[in-house]
């Protein structure tokens, strides 16, 4: 029952624009020799797997058993330049990690980035620490728009909704 | 010549001292900077994974700032470089969807063009200012330093849409380095990753991928490593304590942004330039740093 083809899925993936190259897929495992990631963990990791999981509509190995896990990918994009037929393999795992975002199971490593940009308008706030280092190198204030500029467009496309936890009643 | 620098979030607020060598650099080279308010570029690992319409709408807001003055974007860092030219890409394959996204940016004054030009740093120093101007301005000339560069990921791939030197064997950053006098080493594992995303989920895997590329460049002889990416230095100039710790190795190989050795080449000072700032000491190449 776990591994049950969820067509809805398939086709979601199937016909977002840039994912329609993962039909050109001929499981050649090219990916798998090229990845970091899948060579340090001994195939555990395995980005092959993770598109014919995608193709098929394997929803639950994908969010559920996590097998093989999509955010493990280190994002180097060498798959994308090394697959013979040209799948944008680092893009469907991206259009798959905003699933993931939307069912609200993204990892925390990933969202706490997303509710800074949201709180605070960047992604790296500057300690005290830094101004003065800033001082010493006799370097200018940073120019920067107001966070409530940045907020306002967050909350326009709804990602408040996706990563606060208030708005998830979560607090 | 006025450009558009984007720092981004990492360099200003964490690694400032990578800003000085990049500001002295550029003066240097006649370039000026016009710095503008714009805001996360946003990262695209980390941000673009949980949204890729938070990604494309404050990108299409930063290259609408760079289209109302018209010039060009010099970006500092691999991730930024990539989502402006990404955003631009995907808005020109993906009209419909960002016609919604257009409407939200009118509302304060936005009104995206397509027309943003953007350049990688790396690339800019290259074609918009050339190697021969870079060789006139070098006064100490880093004769017999070995250096292993390391461009990171984003700064070429994905190659369709940044279509700039060799994704898999990249060449700009070694012909920078040859530039200012100094050897650049083939390594290994040139093109490995710096695992700064996978880091985020798994330090495990991080500490692995670090080890090999520490590894690698130790084997080649190179003394230091020169990379071309904010995400890349914060990786590779903390990890190496933590790799240490891990595998009982001994790694202390210097991290320098390619901007600092030109700075250095350049005329410039360590002090000037607050090399002290480094996690890995730096003396083993810059005496007195």
């Known amino acids: 029952m776990a591994n049950r083809i969820d067509l809805e899925f398939r086709n979601s993936v199937l016909n977002k624009y840039i994912s329609s190259t993962i039909s050109y897929c001929y ?3 090219s990916c798998v020799s090229a990845c970091p990631v899948a060579s340090i ?25 996590r097998d093989p896990d999509v955010w493990l990918c280190t994002q180097c994009c060498t798959c994308d330049e090394i697959c013979p037929q040209k799948v944008k393999l680092t ?3 991206a259009f798959i990690k905003n699933q993931f975002t939307e069912n609200f199971n993204a990892p925390e490593g990933y969202l706490g980035e997303a509710r800074a940009l949201y709180q605070f308008g960047k992604t790296v706030m500057l300690q005290p620490a830094i101004e003065r280092r800033r001082t010493q190198l006799g370097l200018s204030t940073i120019i920067e728009p107001k966070p409530e500029e940045v907020k306002y467009f967050l909350e326009a496309i709804g990602l408040n909704k ?10 | 010549m006025d450009v558009l620098p984007f720092f981004g979030c990492v360099i200003p607020n964490r690694l400032p001292f990578l800003e000085k060598s990049a500001k002295l650099v550029f003066k240097d080279l006649g370039i000026n900077f016009i710095e503008v308010p714009f805001s996360c570029c946003p990262d695209p690992v980390g941000i673009a994974a949980v949204s890729e319409k938070a990604w494309v709408t404050l990108g299409a807001r930063n290259l609408s700032i760079a289209e109302k003055e018209n010039k060009k974007i010099v970006s500092f860092c691999n991730g930024c470089a990539e989502t402006l030219i990404g955003v631009k890409h995907y808005i020109e394959h993906n009209k419909e969807e960002f016609e919604e996204i257009r409407e939200i940016l009118k509302k304060k004054g936005y009104n995206y063009k397509g027309t943003a030009e953007i350049n990688h740093f790396v690339r800019y120093l290259i074609e918009g200012i050339g190697i021969e101007k870079i060789k006139k301005c070098v006064k100490n000339p880093l004769n017999g330093l070995k250096v292993a560069t390391h461009t990171g990921c984003h700064y070429a791939r994905p190659s369709d849409w940044i279509q700039w030197d060799d994704p898999l064997n990249p060449k700009c950053l070694d012909e920078l380095v040859k530039a200012i006098g100094a050897e650049a080493i083939n390594y290994t594992e040139k093109t490995l990753c710096c695992g700064a995303a996978v880091d985020r989920v798994n330090s495990k895997i991080a500490l692995e991928i670090a080890k090999r590329k520490f590894q690698s460049i130790t084997e080649s002889g190179a003394q230091c490593i020169a990379l071309n990416c904010p995400a890349c230095f914060q990786q590779f100039d903390n990890i190496q304590k933590n790799v ?3 595998f009982g190795t001994n790694f202390q190989i210097p991290i320098f942004y390619i901007t600092e050795l030109m700075a250095i080449a350049f005329g410039h000072s360590p002090e000037e330039l607050g090399f002290k700032f480094h ?3 730096l003396k083993s190449i810059f005496p007195d740093s």
Do not use: M, W
């Open chain 1, 27 to 29: 499981q050649c495992s």
């Open chain 1, 41 to 65: 963990t001994e195939g555990k990791y395995n980005p092959r797997k993770i598109i014919i999981n995608a193709l098929l509509g394997l929803k639950n190995k994908i969010f559920k058993e």
């Open chain 1, 91 to 93: 893009e469907i795992f």
């Open chain 1, 162 to 171: 996706l990563v606060s936890k208030e708005e998830r009643g979560e607090a």
């Open chain 2, 244 to 246: 240490n710790k891990e």
């Open chain 2, 279 to 281: 996690s890995t000491k």
